[in-house]
Structures are given as C-alpha cells and as structure tokens.
C-alpha cells in the first residue's frame, strides 16, 4: 500500500474521469490506471465500475473512499503536528527545485536575492531539493517544501490550482539548440541537417519536462530537420556535458551555456531567433490562508518578489 494510490483515488472519486485525474496527479493515463488497479489489488476488491460512463465507484469503493478520506486527513494532521514541533526550521525556506533550474538558476538567483533582500536575520536560510518535474510539483502539494520554482510554457502547464496555490514571474529562459564549435568557430553540428547526413542528437529522456517542450520546438519546424537520436539522459547537464565532448547536438536551457557561451565551447546551432522557444520561470507557494504554520522568512522574501513583479 501507498498513500499515493489513496490519493489517487480519491481524486478519481471526485473527478469521475481517468484522464482528467492523471492529468492533475501528474502522471499518465495508464501509469494511474495501473495504481488503481494496485489499490484494487490490494483491497481484494473492485472498487471502481468500469461499465459506466462517467466513472463511478462500486459499492465497495464508495465504502473505501469514505474511509481513505479519513485515513489521508488523519496522516496530514499527524504531519502537520511533526512539523509544528519544529520550531528550530522556522527560519529555513524549504524549496523544490527541478534539477535544470537546480543547477543554472538557483544558484545565480539566490546571490541576488540575498544581497537585495533584507532580513532581521541575516542571509536568507535555504534548503534545496532538486528532483524532477513531477516529484517537484508533488513536494509542494504535499506540503514538503514552502516554495516550488519550475518553468512554465503554454503547451506544458503545472496543474496547480489557483485557489490554492499563487505564483510569481521570475523571469524568462530560453530553450534552443547548441553545440562544440569547431576550429574555425562554427558548430560541430547545425540544424536544419541533411537527408543523407543526420545530425546526431542529444536528447532528454521520454517523459521528462523538456523532452516534451523540445518536441514542440521540432513541430513548429515547417521542415525536417533529419536528426539522429544517439543518447538520452533525464538532465540537461549530462546533454551539455555530451555536447561539449563533441557527441551531437543538444537542445540545452541558455542559462545551463551561458559560461560555455562565453568561452566559445558551445555556439548556437540553429540560425538567430529559429528552433527556440520561451519559457517562463514561475515561484509557486500554497496560499497562506491554508498554511498551518507560515513561516515568517518565507513571507518576506514572497513580498520581496511581489514587489519586484510589480516593479518591472
């Protein structure tokens, strides 16, 4: 047994639809109908009528909904006491980070906060936990951390309700092509490639955040660009690392090159303003009216924020 699978459930309970609930579970359709099924397994019982539509719950499952709704509420205010037993993390801001902005972003964006911010105490107290988009967004939902920064694209939003949670613009970031120069300073690589001569291609991992955004950037293409899939990894610091051995091409976040951009190791691999695309970095928090203990740093730095939002 898993509370995710409780959970799961009782989302399915209130939406009546698979796909609507792995959409705001952040899962994929047959990845949360196989925790259903586990549950179900698990229980020895069909808790869900798959005769119907929309979904309802057998007989059993209203049953079991009734008390995995008890079972959740019970577990968070056992959280909620642990938590409130530590006074001494008051002045920790806890953040989840996908590991991308782990690396380029946060690092850079700290400095300026900590020395525009002004705190009674000092530099601000941070901890980070870089994982990857989903495991992210779930830490902030499930109440681990007090501040989620992920990016955000149109094509890909966060399923965040904005009853519950709000958010803040950090700014912008761009996704597009790059590679080794060579000795005369031009790519190793560059798109678009040729029918007989593919370019060989770094890629993210199917199902990670940017794999998803990348493949929007090679459907607006208008035009095949013959690229040869030679690795994959979840991180955009393994494909900056294999770009800069000379191994292929990457679609890499500009902040992740900027200094490898500098130095002329990596050069851009498309033409100016083509195969890119735009993402907005975002700062999440659940609304303070439904924290149970706010932290007071925490508050700050989100009025800081708000204060340079509205000043731009």
Known sequence: METKWLEDFVSLAETRSFSRSAQLRHVTQPAFSRRIQALEAWAGVDLVDRSSFPTRLTPAGETFHAQALEVLDALQAT???????????????????????????????????NSDLKLESGTLKTRLTALNVHDAVLRLTEGGCDLL?????????????????????????TLAPY????????????????????????GYASGAYMARLVDVILK??????HLDPIYETDMAEGLKAMALEGHGLA?????????????????????????????????????????????PA???LWSFLGAQVQAR
Request: a positive charge; zero cysteines; hydrophobic letters at 45%.
């Open 220 to 225: 607006q293409a208008g035009q095949a660009l």
């Open 251 to 295: 679609f890499l976040p500009h902040s992740s090159v900027r200094k490898e951009l500098r130095a002329r190791r990596l050069v851009p691999a498309a033409p100016d303003g083509e195969l890119n695309v735009t993402m907005e970095v975002r700062i999440y928090r659940e609304r303070p009216a439904t924290v149970r203990h706010a932290k």
């Open 179 to 202: 590679a080794k120069a060579g000795p005369d300073g031009a790519p190793l690589f560059s798109l678009p490639g040729r029918a007989g001569a593919p370019v060989p291609f770094l």
């Open 149 to 173: 920064i992920a990016y955000h694209h149109a094509s890909q939003p966060l399923q965040l309700s904005a009853e519950r949670y709000e958010m803040l613009s950090l700014g912008h970031e």
């Open 298 to 300: 925490v508050q700050a």
């Open 79 to 113: 959280r909620n006491l642990m938590r409130s037993h530590q006074a001494a993390g008051q002045d920790m801001v806890e953040f989840a980070v996908p590991h991308t902005l782990a690396f380029t972003f946060f690092p850079h964006w700290l400095t300026q906060i």
